[in-house]
């Protein structure tokens, strides 16, 4: 046992990019069954094994690399002298991002994986879509009302094409979101009961998809979470559909006639 683990932990310090899947139960079901497998426990059953080993050999190397951080992760000023981090500290990559001024500087189609790793220290990898890659990053506009702050996941094909954008979030103030989503992106109205609903329609399925809802409790000094923001944007060849998030949210709101 003990030449095994130490066989995974030379693998896990060979093996190069952050690759995590924890986001979802699915990632942190698996991460269980394979610290158990490591830990010498019997938490699975015969078909998970091959020889000892789990099945999927790479989340053996995901789950020694998740355990702690600190087995692979560098003080700044060593990972800037091995070039991991900008040398200028004011283009280094932040938690958010940086500023975001303009929403439209983040919803668009042309972002690469590579982009968002040179941007955000930190990136999750997120499976929602068994054909697209999912990389989560957090996101803040800014400190006024208007401004919103939540994750934002791109989701990517095999070619690296991005295909899907979704945020989901909180705002103070719709008056930006909204303006912004029907003059750029060529969202409209729908009817609803909801505190908004904005959509762009293909063979009146809705492709983009902004809904907005009151919070549970609307406190008037909760500045920045007194609406949710559920937004999604698809490529128009819609090559993999909408989300079925967002198919979930539009047969409820359907059925129970919200919209």
Known sequence: ????????????????????????QWGRTASSSVSQMIGGESGSGPSDRVGGYARHSHHEIETLRGSSTDRYR?????????????????????????????????????????????RFSRVSTVLADLRLEGLRVPIVTGTRATDLAGTLTYYFDHGGALQRIQLHGFTGDPNMVVPLMTQYYGLQSEPAIEAGVYTKRWNGMPIQFLRLTHAPVVYSDAIHQ???VFIELNQPN??????????RVIYADRSTGRW
């Open 1 to 24: 046992m003990l030449n095994r683990t130490k066989l995974v932990a030379l693998l896990a310090a060979a093996a190069g990019g952050p690759y995590v899947a924890s986001e979802t």
């Open 74 to 118: 560098y003080e700044t000023n060593l990972a800037r002298k091995l070039g991991g981090v900008p040398a200028d500290p004011a283009v280094e990559p932040s938690l958010v991002g940086g500023k975001v001024p303009d929403l439209r500087e983040v919803l668009r189609f042309d972002i690469t994986d590579r982009w968002l790793i040179d």
């Open 226 to 228: 007194k609406y949710t």
């Open 238 to 247: 819609l090559a993999y559909g909408i989300s079925d998030e967002a198919k």
